[in-house]
């Protein structure tokens, strides 16, 4: 049974958005991207690593399986061609917002949600991005790869976006839709929405999560739902 702490009426729960699979629809691309890295690179890397490294950071999941199969030439190398191939594709277009993902911020945002992205892309993919589409405006925070030492699953990004709030993790709640993420929230205490989809379906361990929805437009009631419940008890439990 997993304890979820209200927010109180006078202070809005703090929201942290995922960027891949979440906020962006780059799942497919990007692990096209890297299966096809591995494979130039003479690494056998079948679809069920791939999908079970959904959420990590590259480098960490190429550093797992390269030590396994040894490599013949440089990560570093490995390294350089990944970051120029997905910029490429944020650059491109090949990359769009996941939908109706500018109307649930606007109403988050109109609703005085204090909303944070939290991030294993790099501030150079994400940020460019999120300017094409006029999205940037929407967040308080905003949190990268290059903000945090280590990359979720720890929890490390989710307790610094707590402490930029300026509010307990207990009353700040993640949108994320991979395993890695779904441990790094509740790890850090946060109550937790995942967000299920097709590249997910599958993999996600969900049972890690406080809610799923399938359409991120059920998420505005749910946080209304933590809000306005305070009123009678400080905590409830799900599950």
Do not use: W
């Not at 056998?44 to 390269?66: L, P, V, W």
């Not at 970051?83 to 649930?104: C, F, N, S, T």
């Not at 699953?153 to 930029?164: G, L, N, S, T």
């Not at 929805?213 to 209304?224: A, Q, S």
Request: overall charge neutral; proline content about 4%; hydrophobic content about 35%.
């Amino acid at each position: 049974m997993t304890e979820v702490v209200r927010c109180s009426a006078r202070k809005k729960c703090g929201v942290g958005f995922d960027f891949d699979g979440t906020s962006a629809r780059s799942e497919e691309v990007i692990g096209k991207i890297e299966a096809g890295i591995l494979t130039e690179f003479d690494i056998r890397a079948d679809e069920d690593f791939m999908a079970q490294h959904t959420g990590f950071r590259f480098t960490d999941s190429a550093r797992t399986i390269c030590a396994a199969q040894g490599l013949g030439r440089p990560l570093s190398e490995m390294f350089r061609i990944h970051k120029g191939r997905i910029a490429e594709a944020y650059q491109g277009g090949a990359i769009q917002p996941v939908e109706h993902l500018e109307e649930v911020l606007q109403t988050l945002s109109s609703s005085g949600y204090p909303l944070a992205l939290t991030t294993s892309q790099r501030r150079t993919n994400a940020e460019p991005f999120l300017k094409r589409y006029d999205l940037l405006r929407f967040f308080n925070v905003c949190l990268y790869k290059d903000d945090v030492r280590n990359g979720k699953p720890h929890p490390a990004i989710y307790q610094k976006m707590a402490r930029r709030f300026g509010l307990n993790p207990r009353e700040c709640v993640a949108v994320e839709d991979s395993t890695p993420g779904f441990k790094a929230a509740k790890e850090a205490k946060l109550t937790l929405i995942a967000l299920e989809a097709d590249h997910n379906r599958k993999t996600a361990d969900f049972s890690l999560a406080d809610y799923v929805v399938k359409d991120i437009r059920e998420i505005p009631p749910i946080l209304d739902s933590l809000n306005h419940q305070s009123s009678t008890s400080s905590t409830f439990f799900i599950r």
